[in-house]
């Protein structure tokens, strides 16, 4: 335990410690710290949690990393991380995290330390409006009272209140009894002292099972729902009919008739998979969607979306996550002769025809399947299927006692050896090196795009920001899915494809604090020396090359050797397919920044 000798006790102590126990007994394990002034009694309960070994604590520098590394955890594990930041511009440094959490439907809990009302809006230091600052994304949100008593023995009025307090923001935040999970925001003002001694009946509170019989019926519901299964399907995931709340009691159906297709967006998980199987429907899973697998996948899609005989015949889509990749899609699913039926996930639903039919769930009504239909998509489907592994050596040639014949086996070798490394191929190298034991984190790039073109159908865990697709906060996510993902010393590898921009945009989520553990993680980086995504957009065509240099393509000269070495990461450049492959699949642990140079 921390000492805590010669501190007196603190109202703004006791009611951290009253808050922060709740939501460890009912399941949070990480929590993540920026440290501050304003926040300090927070900061001491975590860290006297994390010394009592109930929680994993991070500490962070900078907020938005911790912003980014909580919404990881959350992704992965399905349990919010607590975020604990001072007053001020570091609650503003939340909001990119809080953003993309409620636009992907991902469990946050913000808990944002404050002066007290009496110093707002007269002056103070540090000190601005921050409840209400992310009303717009959050499932539910408080401003505290101001803690005013001290607690000794655990049953004071303040404590009491805490810790209903953190049951209903740990239920929103986990979406219960709502759509979607999501992020949630306490507001903390404390008055002076801002910390004392932390109180004797804290970690017994924290340790304890939830007490109420409605905490024990949502364990409950939790423990049902992912052991259950059925022909059920809803977005990220299918639950069994009966463990429906009563508000998704209403189950679409799909019949068998017009042509159709599903497609998978980001987050769909292995449900858009499963109906597809189950309604014999190809399968347009994006790289990203976490549906990528299964026998009824069109590899190839973007072109077959736009073939007349095959995309311009699709009569109906049922659509599952947040298509966000190809335009092609976006053509699709933008036909106002297309029936659209999108499957509600935690964002806005999909609804670009202005005529979609947004629905909790779906089912596949009786009927034969059409395959007819699905035969010609799995035809084409197999034509346009890219085979990126390299040769397989010549052994006849090899072995041959003819020297010119030993001599071009030999140079065919070599030139698989030396042949250089193209976005296709470092994605492929990727996908390969992944198994369902890892996990895999795609940045929004133009690498997201080349491996959604030419990567086959594999399951594994993949993970991205594409709530609202943006390039903050990639590796700090990634950070957190590999600390909830290797909790318990579960073993895999956390691999990151990201560009060179995405990467240096968030570079300051390569700084981790001495003493914690190392996540295993590889960090691949295409660099290419700038923003090259543009040069497929419309701006290509209408700016000259001077003004596309200086403010599209954003030119740079970093070094990322000498930044891996400054933060502490092992480092490797790879030129070749064969390099990648070595780094990639040889036995590793700790850090590892791997950066692939990229033509233009």
Same mark, same amino acid.
């Given at each position: ?9 603190a @109202?703004?102590t ?24 304003? *926040? ?39 349990? @919010?991380?607590?975020v &604990? ?16 959490? =409620?636009?992907?439907?991902? $469990? ?8 007290? $009302?009496?110093?707002r ?63 949630? =925001? ?11 001694a932390v109180?004797?009946?804290? +970690? ?9 019989? %409605?905490?024990?019926?949502?364990? %409950? ?5 992912e052991?259950?299964s ?11 009919e ?9 189950? =679409?159906?799909? #019949? ?29 899973? #994006?790289?990203v969607?976490?549906a ?11 072109p ?27 053509r699709l ?5 297309? #029936? &659209? ?18 629905v909790?769930?779906?089912? &596949?009504?009786p ?35 003819v ?11 070599v ?10 191929a ?9 198994? $369902? ?8 790039s ?16 993949? =993970? ?21 993902s ?26 981790? *604090?001495?003493? #914690? ?12 020396g700038g923003g ?7 701006v ?8 596309? *240099? ?25 030129? +070749? ?9 040889? $036995? ?13």
């Open positions: 335990m921390i000492p805590v000798t010669g501190r007196c006790a @109202p703004s006791d009611a951290a410690a009253a808050l922060m126990a709740g939501f460890v007994a009912r399941g949070v394990r990480h929590v993540v710290v920026s440290p501050g002034s304003r *926040s300090q009694a927070l900061a001491l309960v975590a860290a006297e949690l994390e010394a009592a070994g109930l929680i994993r604590l991070h500490v962070r520098i900078d907020e938005r990393v911790a912003g980014f590394t909580a919404l990881g955890i959350g992704r992965e594990s399905g349990m @919010p991380a607590l &604990v930041c001072t007053s001020g511009t570091a609650v503003a440094n939340l909001l990119p995290a809080t953003l993309e959490a =409620h636009h992907a439907g991902v $469990p946050l809990v913000l808990l944002t330390a404050d002066r007290p $009302p009496e110093l809006g007269v002056g103070a230091n540090q000190t601005t409006r921050q409840p209400g600052l992310f009303r717009s994304a959050v499932r539910f949100e408080a401003d505290l009272t101001v803690p005013d008593q001290t607690d000794d023995d655990g049953s004071a009025q303040q404590t009491a209140v805490a810790d209903a307090l953190a049951a209903s923001a740990l239920a929103a935040a986990r979406g219960e009894g709502a759509r979607a999970a999501g992020p949630v =925001h306490l507001n903390v003002p404390l008055r002076e002292p801002l910390a004392g109180p004797t009946w804290l +970690t017994e509170r924290a340790a304890s099972a939830p007490a109420s019989a %409605a905490d024990r019926a949502e364990v %409950a519901r939790a423990d049902d729902a052991a259950a059925g022909a059920l399907y809803q977005g990220g995931g299918g639950i069994g009966s463990d429906l709340p009563p508000e998704l009691e209403g189950v =679409h159906v799909v #019949e068998p008739g017009p042509a159709t297709i599903v497609v998978a967006g980001a987050d769909a998980g292995p449900a858009a998979e499963q109906f597809a199987h189950e309604g014999g429907f190809p399968l347009v899973a #994006e790289i969607s976490g990528r697998f299964g026998r009824q996948i069109v590899h190839g899609y973007r077959l979306l736009d073939d007349p005989e095959l995309g311009g015949r699709v009569e109906r889509v049922v659509v599952f996550g947040r298509p966000t990749l190809s335009r092609e899609v976006t699913l933008s036909r106002d002769d297309v #029936e &659209v039926v999108a499957v509600r996930g935690p964002g806005e639903p999909v609804n670009l025809n202005g005529a979609a039919v947004a909790d769930s779906v089912r &596949v009504g009927g034969p399947t059409d395959r007819v239909w699905l035969g010609e998509w799995m035809r084409a489907s197999r034509a346009a299927a890219v085979d990126l592994s390299p040769p397989a050596p010549d052994a006849d040639g090899l072995a041959s006692a020297p010119h014949e030993r001599l071009g086996a030999i140079n065919a070798e030139q698989v050896i030396r042949a250089p490394l193209d976005r296709a470092l994605a492929d190298a990727l996908w390969r090196a992944t198994w $369902p034991h890892d996990r895999l984190m795609f940045g929004s133009r690498l997201v795009r080349v491996a959604d073109e030419v990567l086959g159908g594999k399951k594994v865990a993949v =993970h991205s920001n594409r709530g609202l697709a943006g390039i903050d906060g990639t590796i700090a996510t990634a950070t957190g899915v590999a600390l909830a290797q909790d318990d010393e579960r073993p895999g590898v956390t691999r990151v494809l990201l560009g060179d921009l995405a990467f240096l945009h968030d570079i300051g989520a390569l700084l981790l *604090s001495p003493g #914690e553990s190392e996540p295993r993680m590889q960090v691949i980086v295409g660099n290419d090259t995504i543009f040069d497929g957009l419309e290509a065509a209408v700016a000259g090359a001077d003004a596309m *240099s200086r403010v599209q393509y954003t030119p740079h000269t970093a070094r990322l050797e000498q930044l891996a070495l400054a933060f502490g990461w092992e480092y490797h450049r790879c030129t +070749t397919r064969v390099a990648l492959d070595q780094v990639l699949t040889a $036995p590793t642990g700790g850090r590892h920044l791997i950066e692939v140079p990229l033509p233009r």
